[in-house]
């Protein structure tokens, strides 16, 4: 049986680190209370670093049925004292450890209180002044009697290393005035959030370099909220495995599996936390909320704000120009208007468009509602290495290059608004054809 692991629930109640124990057990049966259990003596540690001792009966698949903290700590590694003891007078190892402890404290505060009444030190008051004969222990009568051999341990285990936190005053409040201004940042950062989310979304307007300015500041607000989640992860993880190796495990594997919170949030409703490691977690369920709000805020507000923006432009054009579906005419009439200016352009092909293109010639295609721009690189096939991304750079670069007066070209827009797409081709010098894209109404926002 695994003691500690049967005692786990026990130790973390009473703010002894399982990882720290260290303890003996003792099976004889006459100084036990309950026939299927263990005594185990032991001392353990607190998150501080403090010592804390115990004297406990513990059962398999029950835990501790029985026992309670030994006061000082020392006392719990006075077994082969105590167990003598406990046989010569015929009671539980419990019971004559918890009474060893008393009278152990009751010859103490004896002792404290003649070195403050003689003004001396404690141990010269306990050099000079025996205690009375009601307050001394029988032990010393006992011990001249024959006394049974000290059982060997069934099991003893040294203590995991453990850091050791300095509790003085002046770390406290140092601790807790940084634990204030990391809540006022956090929370003053989640105010700037929905501050910047919250006005677009009720309805208020942003110009284009305002947007900006947001996904930038959102960005800015994120990225430390994003390293706090992560640092605050890691610290609730190393908090599980003080508690639990099970749950620490548990913790890492989550993590990496994307569902380390909810896991978070069943360890922090199912042990009772010191204060110290419910900070730990309260502060990564805040990160938590805080970054997933900004990623859905962002999601949702951003891209409606962009839209909005897009149909701000789009009707800013229609009101500033003639109708558009005055535009509008018959297939013939437009037919007959791109083959004349098709037929005025032709005779004047190729053109050079830059020092690698040169467009060769334009075919009206009435089929498909299209205008074929065919234009031909002057290196060849194997010498050209062309991305699609690279033809997609081409069309963003005709209304760069030509800033508005493109879309609000009227050739252009009539032929856009009656639905023909105008075709860029592209051809290597020796016939490959080597890439394409489409110009169509949407893209000029018609």
């Not at 057990?25 to 185990?40: C, D, E, F, G, H």
């Not at 009601?134 to 099991?155: D, M, V």
């Not at 003085?168 to 501050?195: M, N, P, R, T, Y």
Request: hydrophobic share 40%; with cysteine; net charge negative.
């Amino acid at each position: 049986m695994d003691v500690i692991q049967e005692a786990e629930i026990w130790l973390i109640d009473n703010g002894i680190l399982p990882s720290s124990v260290q303890y003996n057990i003792y099976t004889q049966k006459q100084v036990l209370k309950y026939p299927n259990a263990v005594a185990v003596l032991g001392v353990g540690k607190t998150r501080h670093g403090n010592n804390i001792g115990f004297a406990i009966e513990v059962v398999q698949g029950q835990g501790v049925v029985y026992g309670g903290i030994l006061e000082p700590d020392g006392v719990a590694m006075w077994g082969k004292k105590g167990l003598m003891r406990t046989i010569a007078e015929n009671k539980l190892l419990i019971d004559v450890m918890q009474e060893m402890a008393q009278e152990h404290r009751t010859a103490l505060a004896y002792y404290e209180r003649i070195a403050n009444e003689k003004g001396i030190s404690l141990m010269e008051a306990m050099q000079k002044y025996p205690l009375p004969e009601y307050q001394q222990s029988n032990t010393s009568s006992r011990s001249k009697e024959q006394a049974p051999l000290e059982p060997t341990p069934i099991r003893q285990t040294p203590p995991k290393q453990q850091r050791v936190v300095v509790d003085d005053e002046l770390d406290e409040q140092q601790g807790e005035s940084h634990s204030k201004v990391w809540d006022w940042l956090a929370w003053g950062l989640f105010g700037c959030v929905a501050i910047i989310l919250g006005i677009p979304a009720l309805g208020g307007s942003v110009s284009s370099t305002m947007l900006e300015v947001m996904i930038f500041v959102l960005g800015l607000i994120a990225l430390p909220l994003l390293i706090a989640l992560i640092w605050y992860v890691f610290k609730s993880i190393y908090t599980m495995f003080q508690y639990s190796n099970l749950w620490g495990i548990l913790g890492v594997a989550t993590a990496i599996f994307g569902f380390y919170p909810l896991l978070a949030g069943v360890f922090y409703f199912t042990y009772e936390l010191e204060d110290e490691d419910k900070t730990i977690f309260k502060r990564l369920f805040m990160s938590c909320f805080m970054v997933v709000f900004i990623g859905i805020g962002s999601a949702i507000v951003l891209p409606a704000l962009s839209d909005n923006k897009q149909v701000e432009s789009a009707s800013s054009y229609e009101g500033s120009h003639s109708d558009i579906e005055n535009l509008r005419v018959s297939d013939d009439e437009l037919y007959a208007v791109l083959e004349s200016e098709i037929a005025e352009i032709k005779p004047t092909l190729p053109v050079k468009v830059d020092n690698e293109t040169f467009i060769v010639d334009i075919q009206l295609d009435k089929a498909m509602r299209r205008i074929n721009y065919i234009s031909r690189f002057s290196r060849n096939k194997d010498e050209l290495l062309l991305s699609d991304e690279y033809f997609q750079k081409r069309k963003q670069s005709v209304f760069v290059s030509n800033g508005d007066n493109f879309c609000q070209n009227e050739a252009v827009k009539q032929t856009l608004v009656n639905g023909i797409e105008m075709r860029y081709v592209y051809y290597s010098n020796d016939g490959y054809q080597i890439g394409k894209y489409n110009i169509t109404r949407q893209d000029c926002g018609y």
